[in-house]
């Protein structure tokens, strides 16, 4: 059998490294197994790239830290309007599938990449995979609702992270033989990678990362019992925390719905220097988007100037992680990062109006609750979460075991 898979941004990068290890894999047992009768159901396995994000902070180093092969292929799109993107994967991809002429497309998440081999795939009348399907926000004004809704229509199989996204995709009048629920591929990545991240010292990774110079002091940052140690934690959960940290609060924000207008922008800042920045350190991890954005709103010099607000680069995933794992707090609008945070047990303020993710939320047992961009929302919300003690959830299938299911459904003579 071969199969491409299809990478495009940073948040497929998380999602795909298990799936490529649990290939691996699985040719290895077959050929442990098959000796003498040769490996004839292995799984040929080509990467494709199409290089949405392409520099060596939001792409190259997410390969290096989560030991993801090197691409077969790297289509080199790079950045431009959301039509350039899917027109131009689907011009270099179409000669990709003529070439090599694979069994499977798998594509992972919602980002353009994701839709544009969709489509490509099917004209081609390839079969395709769809990791994470069923995730609806029903937003249409979110472009990944789009991407999500079309490379559902044409999947062949849809490998869904929950419950709540499968009965998505039965409403939609999906074949229940089409929806195959084996949990969450981003927390095989997690479960592989908690223990080499709890090994990082946060102090170590502030200032490899700090991006502008300020008067705050690392020593300023007193250590504090470890919120987790209020929990009862599990023995591998033990072993992934310190149980001695720093109290602070942790953010990332990039869509355009909160960054792109200084009418809501400002606001937040407001809120961020005059609330969060008064009670603890807040760690900003900064997308280049809203880095942009901040400059042309004139307020980048302010938010420069408060001492205890730290910006901090792009994160590698174990970096992130170790930060996620000892925060008081985690202000953000990932997807992503909302999935962690249910997980980790850590109190997250989702930066959204809606979000395709609700197991994750505190109505379904996880971490997080909805704010928007209200500033009263963010103030009242605020004031009851930081009395919240961090409780870990894991929801069915979320045990790091994703992708092996994934393969033996795509390895099964059914679907081959």
């Not at 309007?81 to 998440?109: C, R, S, Y």
């Not at 390839?126 to 069923?134: F, S, T, Y």
């Not at 023995?235 to 925390?241: D, G, L, P, T, Y």
């Not at 001695?244 to 355009?256: K, Q, V």
Request: charged residues 25%; negative net charge.
């Amino acid at each position: 059998m071969k199969i491409i898979s299809i990478v495009g941004a940073r948040p497929n990068f998380m999602k795909i490294a298990p799936f490529a290890h649990a290939i691996e894999r699985h040719n290895t047992d077959l050929l442990t197994k098959n000796k003498e009768r040769g490996t004839k159901n292995s799984i040929e396995h080509i990467l494709v790239h199409t290089g949405q994000h392409y520099d060596a902070r939001m792409s190259k180093t997410f390969f290096d830290t989560l030991k993801i092969p090197h691409p077969d292929i790297d289509l080199g799109i790079g950045s431009g309007t959301h039509a350039e993107q899917v027109g131009n994967t689907m011009i270099a991809f179409e000669k990709v599938l003529q070439e090599h002429q694979p069994d499977w497309v798998v594509v992972v998440g919602d980002v353009n990449a994701t839709c544009a081999c969709s489509i490509t795939a099917k004209k081609e009348h390839i079969k395709v995979a769809h990791i994470e399907a069923g995730l609806r926000s029903f937003d249409m004004e979110m472009p990944e609702e789009i991407n999500r809704l079309v490379t559902d229509r044409l999947s062949d199989l849809l490998f869904t992270p929950d419950e709540l996204s499968s009965e998505n995709l039965r409403k939609e009048g999906v074949p229940e033989e089409k929806i195959k629920f084996v949990g969450n591929i981003m927390i095989d990545t997690l479960e592989a990678h908690r223990e080499e991240a709890a090994k990082l010292d946060i102090t170590e990774i502030i200032a490899k990362n700090r991006l502008v110079p300020s008067s705050f002091q690392l020593s300023a940052l007193s250590p504090q019992p470890f919120p987790g140690a209020l929990v009862p934690l599990s023995k591998s959960q033990i072993s992934a925390f310190s149980f001695l940290n720093f109290s602070f609060s942790l953010m990332t924000m990039h869509r355009p719905s909160n960054v792109d207008s200084k009418e809501i922008l400002e606001p937040i800042i407001d809120f961020l220097i005059e609330e969060v920045c008064k009670n603890n350190p807040l760690l900003w991890a900064i997308h280049p988007r809203a880095k942009k954005q901040l400059k042309a709103f004139g307020l980048w010099e302010r938010i420069v100037a408060t001492e205890n607000l730290i910006l901090l680069h792009p994160l590698s995933y174990h970096e992130m992680l170790r930060l996620n794992m000892g925060a008081d707090l985690m202000l953000t609008d990932s997807g992503g990062l909302q999935e962690e945070c249910c997980v980790l047990g850590t109190p997250c303020m989702t930066l959204r109006w809606n979000t395709e993710r609700p197991i994750t939320l505190r109505e379904h047992g996880g971490a997080s609750v909805l704010v928007g961009n209200a500033i009263e929302n963010l103030q009242r919300e605020y004031a009851t979460i930081r009395t919240l003690n961090r409780t870990p959830q894991r929801p069915p299938l979320w045990d790091g075991h994703t992708a092996d299911r994934i393969v033996e459904i795509m390895a099964s003579p059914i679907s081959a």
